[in-house]
């Protein structure tokens, strides 16, 4: 495969637009949920027409991933580079922790997106991001305890973050952010 010397590069008219389209969408999210993710008043709320949306993200759910897409690059950019605890600098079980609980905080800002993300089809869930956060968790694992098995730890401390299973929890069984947060801080198996 060839490396790319020269990537295109997004028009200053194109970038506005899309960020104008993003925080649209985002807005309609935030009031009406991901039902009320429409092309057409997406389009209208960013003054953009319902072409121009098209072309650029394909479809409703297209659009989706964009927004899902903008808040991962943000938390993905914390915890790889970003001030300790999340970045680096602490020490590896203080970290596993931080980026557990920022986590917690991430799904649930954008849970109703990331539920139709994640359940889109079988295993919608893994790959991209969740290919980042195991490697991630795997490496701090290692770093607290070499013996453990960082790798299948690394699952276990992401099961509960799941879409789906967050999702019910929260909404139908009465359990709090906080109480999520402190059950991971138990399955920490270092301490």
Do not use: W
């Not at 008219?13 to 309609?28: G, P, T, V």
């Not at 989706?64 to 680096?88: C, K, T």
């Amino acid at each position: 495969m060839e490396a790319v010397t020269n990537p295109r590069r997004e028009r200053v008219d194109a970038a506005r637009n899309r960020a104008k389209i993003l925080a649209a969408a985002a807005e309609i999210v935030s009031v009406h949920g991901v039902e009320g993710l429409a092309m057409a008043e997406v389009a209208a709320a960013a003054g953009v027409g319902v072409g121009t949306l098209y072309r650029r993200f394909g479809d409703r759910s297209g659009l989706a991933y964009a927004l899902i897409d903008e808040r991962e690059r943000e938390f993905q950019s914390a915890f790889i580079e970003g001030p300790p605890p999340l970045g680096p600098g602490a020490d590896p079980v203080t970290r596993i922790r931080a980026f557990l609980h920022a986590l917690t905080d991430r799904t649930v800002e954008q849970l109703d997106l990331l539920l139709m993300a994640e359940t889109a089809s079988p295993f919608a869930r893994f790959g991209g991001a969740y290919d980042g956060y195991h490697a991630h968790l795997s490496m701090l694992i290692g770093q607290a305890d070499p013996t453990a098995d960082a790798y299948v730890l690394a699952d276990q401390l992401l099961a509960p973050l799941a879409a789906p299973l967050l999702a019910h929890r929260l909404r139908t069984c009465g359990v709090t952010v906080d109480r999520v947060k402190s059950a991971l801080d138990h399955l920490l198996p270092l301490r």
